[in-house]
């Protein structure tokens, strides 16, 4: 499991959790779960042991997911290694079909120069294209190894 991203399906919305059972069951630390208490996660009341309603816990993971995310604009690529949205260098993308269906567009980061991928339906490449130039290029032949 992730420590980094714990997953808010994991904790059950009509049960309490004091901390040490929220620091088992996600596998982290126990003052994690008491720094996530004074970041705002919301105890039920405060005398000790603190508990937290399940479904007060699922909302304050879910909201602190969605505050990092950032949506790609129209001609956006997202860059893992900036981590942010990016406009390809020279304007300029290639669309390399998966599937019938899927594919991935591929550019340059302007700033790190590393590939950066946006995985697409082929039927939104027009609503995705922005200002880019976008190339087709051949699908790829998927070869198993036999040993």
């Known amino acids: 499991m992730s420590k980094r991203h714990p997953n808010p399906r994991l904790a059950k919305i009509h049960r309490n959790y004091t901390v040490e059972e929220i620091a088992t069951l996600y596998g982290i630390h126990r003052q994690t ?6 970041g705002g996660l919301p105890t039920i009341d405060d005398r000790r042991p603190a508990l937290v309603l399940g479904r007060h816990l699922v909302i304050f993971l879910k909201n602190r997911r969605q505050k990092n995310k950032q949506k790609c604009k129209p001609g956006e690529i997202y860059c893992v290694r900036c981590r ?7 304007g300029m993308a290639d ?3 998966q599937t019938a269906t899927l594919g991935n567009l591929i550019g340059i980061c302007p700033d790190c120069d590393t590939l950066i991928y946006r995985r697409i339906n082929v039927t939104r490449l027009d609503e995705v294209r922005g200002n880019l130039s976008i190339t087709t290029l051949e699908p790829v032949e998927h070869m198993w190894l036999v040993a």
Not at 33 to 38: A, E, L, N, P, S
Request: glycine share 6%; with cysteine.
């Open 33 to 38: 779960v008491r720094r996530c208490i004074k």
């Open 95 to 97: 669309y390399q079909p």
């Open 84 to 90: 942010k949205p990016k406009s390809p260098a020279g």
